[in-house]
């Protein structure tokens, strides 16, 4: 059996895919009968498994799952889903079901059948009522006869009586709804230290050379430099053109007026906007205000808005509309209201004073300059790149290239570490990475404008790199290990101490209590183990946790039973019973269902499901 908070999948799935069956029929159509000479892809006993009902399933889940991921799926994409499978696994059970019901003899009158039939959408007419014209034609649209369709709502209707009655003889154990929530809702005061270097209470010694060189052989991988990829490359970026290019002065300025903006921008205030639907109660909140009884803030949570609602930002007094002269009047932060606004009459909070600024061509040359040099440079890249593409294409070398063109030509020793110069870009870092020594060089175009080519001269394999070359970092591992350990038995005596009555705040450690605290709770920059650890151990009692290098010690002072009647424990037993029921519910449905198949029999025919398949694209 399942666990209350985590259902089996293929259960949960079959046992509402069953559900979705009980109406086959009847929000399917659209569907176009299978035909041909096949008529069954198998049998559960006696029961056999028309070739149409498979083709109807498999096309509807194909459509539910198309609209899950928001794209038409192929039928080899619903393959790959295991949709196939699943509307097989549907449609034995279903059969198996049909098969158990007949065989006990479980029905339901015509009644029921008139009561379901009238009450399918597509079998009516323009009044929106039962139409018996339109039944017969969408039935013979679909494939059905009248005498089929309604046989099928029967045993549809016998089904849903038998899954009702296996489905709702489940019910969660109360010993075990209440023991689970009693579990979860338990909290504890427990308190927390980690320690770190300084609460040792002597420095680790300085490793001596025996104790480098035993480091340093246990940790290789720590050591080892990466395989080496040494390219030649040409580079060419806005920047290598930047001082080569000639600006127009006219063109500068002509560039500073059409964004000035920028440049010149007018005093602004920092206001916030509460909206009122009539003039009078506006003024009621005002005179509020006024008087002392509410804030703007108080204003605002009365109509359902936080300050964040209305924050206006920064704004110009042409922003403002007919509030402007008010607002900015204002020499100091405050409210004024009401005024007229577009959404109606408000109250205007102005918070802060931006003054205005200018900043001139003169001061503004040098940043224009730069922009338009470095956009001047990309554009003679641009205009560069088909020549360099077709020398690079006739054979040229990269130096033929680089000395034609005007290219920096360099080398580099490539590696996954490598992030400095032309490695920092990503298009270079993949190209390095992908390049082969059989490839000939391409042009190609860096996120700033600039482009590239590269060649693979030969690579130098992963070396174990010498111990003088890394001493400095064998140093840092071994003082590191050392200090762990350290500080590792540090937390054992501390932990001695406590079993022997004295409490963690009081051992020199800094040390932070949490009272209450819920299982699963969250303790900033701490790992969960220890709050999974502090809910393993019993009151009264500590422990040491070493998690991935760091060392801290939680001692449990408290644990506290959660109130049965407390609000909290009682929605908790709420969701944990229903979720244990239906989990518990629908697993025994699933064995109910595989018990009936294996006891009658299945047979499927690889060769009708295929063809099935055939016609699903």
Do not use: C
């Not at 007229?340 to 909070?349: N, V």
Request: net charge negative; hydrophobic share 45%.
């Amino acid at each position: 059996m399942s666990t209350p908070l985590r259902s089996k999948k293929r259960g949960s799935t079959v046992i509402w895919a069953l559900m979705a069956l009980l109406v086959l029929g009847l929000g399917g159509f659209g569907a176009r009968n299978f035909g041909g000479s096949v008529r069954s892809i198998g049998s559960v006993g006696d029961r056999e498994i028309d070739v149409n009902d498979y083709a109807r399933a498999l096309r509807r889940e194909m459509q539910a799952a198309s609209a899950q991921v928001g794209q038409s799926l192929s039928f080899e994409q619903a393959q790959t889903l295991g949709l196939d499978q699943q509307v097989q696994a549907q449609v034995l059970a279903t059969a198996a079901l049909d098969g158990e019901a007949a065989r006990i003899g479980l029905s339901v009158g015509d009644e029921e059948v008139r009561k379901q039939l009238t009450s399918i959408d597509a079998f009516h007419g323009a009044d929106g009522s039962f139409d018996r014209d339109t039944y017969a034609l969408v039935l013979k649209q679909e494939g059905f006869s009248e005498t089929g369709f309604e046989t099928k709502l029967r045993e549809d209707a016998a089904r849903t009586l038998l899954q009702r009655a296996a489905l709702g003889a489940t019910a969660a154990p109360e010993a075990y709804v209440a023991g689970l929530a009693a579990w979860a809702t338990e909290t504890r005061d427990l308190t927390v230290a980690e320690l770190i270097a300084s609460d040792l209470t002597a420095p680790v010694p300085a490793p001596d050379e025996a104790a480098l060189k035993a480091y340093y052989d246990a940790h290789p991988e720590a050591f080892t430099r990466p395989e080496a990829r040494k390219i030649t490359y040409v580079w060419l970026s806005p920047e290598m053109l930047a001082d080569t290019v000639e600006l127009d002065e006219a063109a500068l300025k002509a560039a500073y007026q059409e964004r000035i903006k920028e440049f010149v921008v007018p005093e602004r205030r920092l206001v916030e906007r509460l909206v009122y639907p009539d003039e009078a109660s506006a003024a009621d909140a005002k005179a509020r205000l006024d008087a002392g009884t509410a804030t703007f803030e108080d204003l605002a949570k009365e109509r359902g808005l936080t300050l964040a609602d209305l924050d206006l930002g920064e704004v110009a007094r042409e922003d403002l509309g007919a509030a402007a002269d008010a607002v900015f009047a204002l020499d100091a932060p405050g409210i004024v209201g009401p005024l007229p606004s577009d959404l109606g009459p408000a109250l205007f909070s102005m918070n802060a004073i931006l003054d205005a600024s200018e900043t001139t061509f003169e001061e503004a040359r040098d940043d224009l300059a730069a922009e338009a040099a470095t956009d001047k440079a990309r554009r003679e890249i641009a205009e560069k790149s088909d020549l360099i593409e077709d020398a690079l294409a006739s054979g040229a070398t990269l130096e033929e290239v680089a000395k034609e063109q005007g290219m920096d030509l360099a080398q580099i020793d490539f590696s996954a570490e490598t992030q400095e110069g032309i490695a920092a870009y990503s298009a270079f870092r993949e190209a390095a990475g992908a390049v082969k020594a059989e490839d000939f060089p391409t042009l190609t175009a860096l996120d700033d404008g600039g482009v590239f080519a590269l060649r693979l001269d030969g690579t130098e394999p992963a070396a174990l790199r010498p111990m003088d070359e890394v001493k400095d970092a064998v140093i840092a591992g071994v003082t590191r290990e050392a200090t762990h350990a350290a500080l590792l038995a540090r937390a054992e005596e501390v932990k001695a101490t406590l079993a022997s009555g004295a409490a963690l705040s009081a051992t020199g450690l800094v040390a932070t209590r949490y009272d209450d605290f819920a299982r699963g709770g969250y303790i900033a920059d701490t790992p969960a183990v220890v709050g999974e650890r502090a809910f393993a151990l019993p009151e009264g009692d500590s422990a040491v946790i070493d998690s991935d290098g760091r060392v801290f010690i939680v001692s449990v002072e408290t644990v506290t039973p959660a109130d049965p009647a407390s609000e909290d424990v009682v929605k908790t037993r709420e969701a944990i019973e229903a979720q244990t029921g239906q989990s518990m519910a629908q697993d025994l449905f699933r064995l109910y269902a595989s018990a009936i198949e294996n006891k009658a029999g299945i047979r499927l025919d690889p060769a009708a499901i295929n063809a099935v398949h055939a016609q699903m694209n």
